[in-house]
């Protein structure tokens, strides 16, 4: 029996690290022992008892209690304290997700102790290095030994950065071990899709009131804290909106706030009284996944919603000038709009007019937790890990 710890800090870890433990449960419960250690980075009031039910996934062995403050994550106590626990723990491996400072500092303590790494989700580059999400993913894979890649694409990143795909036993974060995975939250997308998935009333009361609606997020500080993006960003859901389309709005509790500073009184009104504006509060993981199944089109500037506008087969514009999913670029089925109000609109009509059909399964086929389970139990058997 090997122990594996997964280090998670943010509600779309949780849910990443859910399909790991749903493949343990059904195919690997007594080959992997798999612990939660949940840094506490984030709090969400969406990651309730329920949502641990809903997702079949155990409650954290460990809540660390460190957050951001003013958007300041301290990792060096973060990592320190991750270290203190693998140490006491002396799991096999060590597994992270993704792009967060918690990802990170889960790397940092894995370096100290010696422990070997997992990095689901490797590779992922947006080449926008004042993006926090690319400092933290590009410093994760130099640490990690094993790097399980969403992508071909991917893996083709980090090809360019020097890393080989030819490599042999035994492994360490200087000789790594490079997989394409498929992306493990296309097997949530799959698992839950056909789940009956409960909405809060106010949302089953406006679907009952609009024919369609284009699913609307924006959460990233490049975005939210400047000014000019954000009133940019407002105008073009506007724009839309004078086409008679509605608009489903979840609106970040930053994005709310910023929104009150930046915009005065009038325009604010205005924006929250458009007949064609649906402004909601955030939704939780299992109504998002049937606002997007249901959407016409989606709006946002998150790497996960992107993917899973793909996953949906639903055209997306994404409010940045990069992505790190290029595959939905080449596939013609995402167009980059940056914040420019004309552009949004722009795009908006190029999808009515020109709405995607073709949706190769460029993030695998579903099952890639049992395939990332199976390389742990064969690595660690292999290299005599105990």
């Not at 709405?355 to 395939?371: D, E, Q, R």
Request: charge should be negative; proline fraction near 4%.
């Amino acid at each position: 029996m090997y122990k594996i710890i997964s280090i998670l800090g943010a509600r779309p870890q949780f849910i990443k690290a859910a399909a790991l433990c749903r493949a343990i449960k059904e195919s690997y419960s007594f080959q992997l022992e798999h612990y939660i250690l949940h840094t506490g980075q984030h709090y969400d009031d969406n990651m309730s008892a329920v949502f641990f039910e809903e997702l079949q996934l155990d409650s954290p062995l460990y809540h660390l209690d460190i957050r951001s403050d003013n958007n300041v994550f301290p990792m060096q106590e973060a990592a320190d304290r991750i270290k203190d626990i693998l140490l006491t723990e002396k799991p096999s491996m060590i597994v992270v997700y993704g792009d967060t400072y918690s990802t990170l500092a889960g790397a940092i303590a894995a370096e100290k102790t010696g422990i070997p790494l997992a990095h689901i989700e490797a590779g992922m580059r947006s080449y926008d290095e004042t993006m926090p999400e690319e400092i933290n993913r590009v410093e994760t894979d130099k640490l990690a030994t094993y790097l399980f890649c969403s992508t071909q694409t991917a893996v083709k990143n980090l090809q360019k950065e020097g890393y080989s795909l030819h490599t042999h036993p035994p492994y360490h974060s200087k000789n790594k071990k490079i997989m394409f995975s498929g992306d493990i939250m296309y097997d949530n997308a799959l698992y839950f899709s056909n789940k009956n998935i409960r909405l809060n009333s106010q949302l089953q009361n406006l679907l009952q009131e609009i024919p369609s609606y284009v699913l609307t997020t924006l959460h990233r500080q490049h975005n939210t804290d400047n000014a000019y993006r954000l009133k940019e960003f407002i105008q073009g859901l506007l724009l839309i909106a004078e086409n008679k389309q509605h608009i489903l709005f979840a609106v970040h509790p930053r994005t709310k706030k910023m929104m009150q500073t930046f915009l005065d009184e009038k325009n604010y009104n205005t924006f929250l009284s458009d007949e064609y504006i649906h402004c909601v509060e955030p939704l939780s993981f299992f109504e998002m996944m049937y606002m997007e199944k249901n959407a016409r089109m989606i709006i946002t500037d998150s790497g996960g919603v992107q993917k899973e506008a793909y996953f949906y087969k639903k055209p997306c514009i994404i409010i940045r000038d990069e992505t790190e999913w290029e595959e939905l670029l080449t596939y013609h089925v995402a167009r980059l709009s940056d914040a420019k109000a004309e552009a949004i609109l722009q795009n908006y009509l190029y999808f009515i007019q020109h709405s995607p059909v073709h949706f190769p399964l460029i993030f695998g086929n579903g099952t890639a937790a049992h395939y990332i389970c199976k390389e742990i139990i064969e690595i660690l058997e292999s290299e005599n890990i105990s």
